[in-house]
């Protein structure tokens, strides 16, 4: 009888004993999200930091993570010192222009591989898929090469032409089209509906969040791009960020805050765009995959 009336108890013990290893396992992992998330912004919070520090001040030991006198000017003094307006507008050109082919062809290729029956379509999806495993290095001589006699190095176009298409756009928006019911497409079809209607007036509408996961990795891989600008863009006048940033590096070696101030201005607009699509590259990669 005394064993009957301390099951309960003994049950009761083990769930509190349960609840408390849950709460100081969350506590542990917030502690640790916590630990990472400071060594991952403390490299920019010293970027910006050191952008309003005098030149003296930016490798002072003990480091001063406050400028004792904010030096604003360095803000205005880069405009005037450095051609930045033309290298933020030929990088928000590319960028922008390469982000929209890429999320049209991805999209549009992705829903010929995920919805449109045809002879060899999984081992050519195969095929374009390992040309993820080929590093751009091993032919990337051939390629200019190729963009040279076309009369296209040393144009904004030649990056447009080698970025406008990529294999992991494709597998990213299969793998979210593959998790719409194709009932729907075979209802479109029956109605009369064309398979590019149905891309543009059910497909799109529906993969929102996968569109916005692609284009934000597009848009910051072209704005980071360091190789390919520096291969095809000799002209100073087609100059990106990347490589207008080194060349004021090597003119201006021993201005470490003005250099700084340069980072923060290449890297403010990918912060702010990311901060505005998080909520959309997190749901679509969150769902991308996901059988519907």
Known sequence: ??????????????DHHRRRSFKWGRFAGYLLLAVASVAVLLPFYWMVVSSLKTNNEVFTLPVQ?????????HY?????????????????????????????????????????????????FLAYLGTLAVPWQSYMIPQFVLLSKMHLSDTLWSIIAIQAFGALGVFLMKQFYESIPDELIDAA???????????????????????????????????????????????????????????????????????MTGSVLSVLPIVVVFLLGQRYFVEGIATTGLKG
């Open 76 to 124: 205005v003094d880069i405009w005037t010192r450095s051609d930045m307006t033309t290298w933020l507008g030929n990088t928000v050109l590319l960028s922008v222009v390469v982000t929209l082919l890429q999320v049209f062809t991805g999209s549009f290729a992705a829903y010929g591989f995920a919805k449109i029956r045809f002879p060899g379509r999984d081992l050519l």
């Open 1 to 14: 009888m005394s064993l009957l009336l301390d099951k309960p108890a003994v049950a009761a013990r083990r």
């Open 189 to 259: 079809r029956i109605d009369g509906m064309s398979e590019f209607g149905i891309y543009r007036r059910i497909m799109l509408p529906l993969s929102t969040p996968a569109l916005a996961s692609l284009a934000l990795i597009t848009l910051v891989n072209t704005w980071n791009d360091f190789l390919g600008p520096l291969l095809y863009l000799r002209s100073s006048d087609l100059w990106t960020i990347q490589l207008g940033l080194r060349t004021f590096i090597s003119q201006y070696n021993a201005e470490y805050a003005l250099i």
């Open 65 to 73: 993570w406050l400028p004792a006198d904010p030096q604003w000017h």
